[in-house]
């Protein structure tokens, strides 16, 4: 996601920023998860902008998709070459408007950038945790971020904004802690993942497993799943991208020769392309974690887990309003899955917006300045938050 | 706020609950929470109007009408709006159906075919008529059937409709201000406004 991270073309911005932690779940007081697995201590990073209102009512947490951290917008230091990840949409008279509102983001746990997950050193063995680290759901995950909020003494929240898996969370929230939160914003999201969209997800964990050097997960003293991760990556890639989008980017042009080469090597733009987002994810991202939180997304049925089968029943009494949205030509959550949410969101009686952004860019296209995007959410939040 | 919506917003009761349907960039739903307090919704099919509508506050649901009524419960809304709609819905049977289900009252507005100025028209240049109030070429109009204030009432009877009320307007389109036609309104009216009992209000039940 972070691919996208470009300067503010008019210098607006958070500024300089800083990641903060919180511990919790200290033994023997370890958070049991879904699967009945207990896990402590559990420290999570996040970050806020913005500064907090005087009755803490100007709350707005940006939950992140699966590679995305609590880096939402800023800078580390001076001379940092990219802002967060979503500097497009959260600063000053931006689409989530730092001057008004007071914005989180955590790390989610088992991700890989400051917050406890299957790299992280296990107290017990001195060791990374490797697959010693228990499997997780959005529950686990939506459970672990309430214990930063306890922590930061806020019982409200204007919004939960979050694109992808972030949108899962968001949605987890407003079902967990109804009486919590005031408004919900998921976008690019699902309420279950498809089988389509499951097989994918496997088959990016088996490019990891099958690499020999992720060796049962234990590689954090030799050498990395490099090659497995790349290729998961590429795979993800793609599913972010349209048919369109990737046809106009790279139609069918050649990397740099006029011919094809007649050999496996690289002849396309598009394969140069995913071989260099693949490569350069490497660096940046954990292979377990990746395998554990795409485990994660699959899981999540928001009306099979909280509506004994009914996602209207699920929803039914929640007081958020919401604000659905989804991209016409994102194929890895289509609208249908979005206007499901809405459909059952209805019979639920809720007060809920829909809309589905025209765009050639895909699933990824949440991360991208979009003009229609920003306005849907400032409107809406201006509304929540007068 | 044009006249025809000042008409429709004439028969809404305060705090309400409200779904607009075809609802544009929001206009008469804001006016009626502003003039009425009403708890309002709106459906509506242009991406651009529905990203408009909802920045400026309301909820809207982006979506066309055929398909967007059929989650809500009988009986859900104090009032359903079809506003300068009718004339380009397709399944027109069924979404007066579904609206007589889901609103407890509805209110339906329509240009009037017959129009002594369309009369005119027809009669003297042999033309597809052009008004302020049906400015498309036949080529080109979004309008797929032509309305009479007569033809509605005998669609109502039909169906067992009960009209609770009938506003005949002669106003240009897009206008403020008006007034209501009470000499001849079959000949002079441009626009109907009818409000209609639902389902839940009518016991025995219609024929639709």
């Not at chain 1, 914003?185 to 389509?196: D, E, F, G, Q």
Request: include cysteine; hydrophobic fraction near 35%; glycine fraction near 8%.
């Amino acid at each position: 996601m972070s691919e996208y991270g470009e300067h503010d073309k008019n210098g607006l911005s958070v500024g300089i920023v800083e990641k903060k932690f919180f511990t919790f779940a200290e033994p023997p007081n370890k958070m049991i998860m879904e699967s009945g697995a207990r896990l402590g201590p559990i420290t999570l990073a996040y970050e806020t902008y913005g500064s907090l209102n005087e009755d803490k009512s100007n709350v707005v947490m940006v939950l992140h998709a699966l590679s995305g951290n609590s880096h939402v917008a800023g800078y580390y230091s001076e001379d940092d070459e990219k802002p967060g990840w979503w500097d497009n949409t959260v600063g000053p008279g931006k689409g989530i408007d730092t001057n008004r509102y007071f914005v989180i983001c955590s790390n989610i746990i088992g991700s890989c950038y400051g917050s406890t997950g299957p790299s992280s050193k296990n107290p017990q063995t001195g060791k990374p945790y490797a697959l010693d680290f228990p499997l997780f759901t959005i529950s686990d995950i939506v459970r672990a971020q309430k214990k930063v909020l306890d922590h930061l003494g806020i019982t409200k929240l204007l919004c939960l904004i979050g694109g992808s898996i972030g949108g899962m969370q968001a949605l987890e929230w407003a079902v967990s802690y109804p009486h919590m939160v005031q408004s919900v914003i998921p976008i690019a999201s699902t309420c279950k993942r498809s089988a389509l969209s499951i097989g994918l997800s496997e088959a990016q964990r088996q490019a990891i497993m099958a690499d020999p050097n992720w060796n049962s997960g234990n590689y954090y003293d030799q050498d990395y799943p490099k090659k497995g991760l790349a290729l998961a990556r590429m795979i993800g890639h793609i599913t972010y991208l349209s048919e369109t989008s990737m046809h106009n980017k790279f139609g069918r042009r050649l990397k740099e020769n006029t011919a094809f080469s007649y050999d496996l090597s690289i002849d396309f733009e598009v394969e140069n392309y995913l071989h260099y987002q693949g490569n350069k994810f490497v660096e940046r991202f954990d292979a377990n974690s990746y395998l554990y939180i795409t485990k994660a997304s699959d899981y999540f049925d928001l009306g099979e887990q909280k509506g004994g089968g009914s996602l209207v029943k699920a929803f039914s009494g929640i007081p958020a309003k919401f604000l659905v949205i989804s991209f016409s030509s994102d194929w890895l959550y289509p609208t249908a899955q979005s206007r499901e949410m809405v459909k059952a969101m209805k019979k639920s009686g809720l007060d809920v917006s829909f809309c589905e952004i025209e765009t050639d860019f895909g699933h990824d296209s949440f991360l991208l300045a979009h003009e229609q995007l920003t306005k849907l959410i400032s409107g809406f939040l201006n509304r929540i938050y007068s | 706020m044009r006249f025809d919506l000042q008409i429709i917003a004439s028969l809404i009761r305060e705090k309400s609950r409200v779904l607009d349907l075809g609802c544009g960039k929001g206009d008469l739903l804001e006016f009626l929470q502003k003039s009425k307090q009403i708890e309002g919704y709106g459906i509506e099919i242009n991406e651009e109007k529905v990203i408009l509508g909802i920045a400026r506050g309301l909820s809207i649901i982006h979506g066309d009408i055929d398909g967007e009524t059929q989650d809500y419960a009988d009986g859900y809304f104090d009032y359903v709006i079809l506003s300068q709609t009718l004339q380009q819905v397709y399944k027109l049977e069924m979404v007066i159906k579904e609206i007589l289900r889901i609103g407890r009252k509805c209110i339906v507005s329509f240009p009037c075919f017959n129009h002594i100025a369309i009369k005119f028209q027809l009669l003297f240049k042999s033309k597809a008529p052009l008004t302020r109030e049906l400015p498309y070429e036949w080529y080109d109009t979004p309008n797929i059937r032509v309305i009479t204030l007569k033809d509605f009432r005998e669609f109502c009877t039909k169906h067992q409709i009960k009209i609770l009320k009938e506003l005949a307007i002669s106003t240009h389109y897009k206008a403020t201000s008006g007034k209501s036609v009470k000499f001849f309104p079959d000949w002079f009216a441009k626009y109907g406004v009818f409000l209609l009992a639902g389902q839940s209000e009518t016991p025995s039940g219609h024929g639709i």
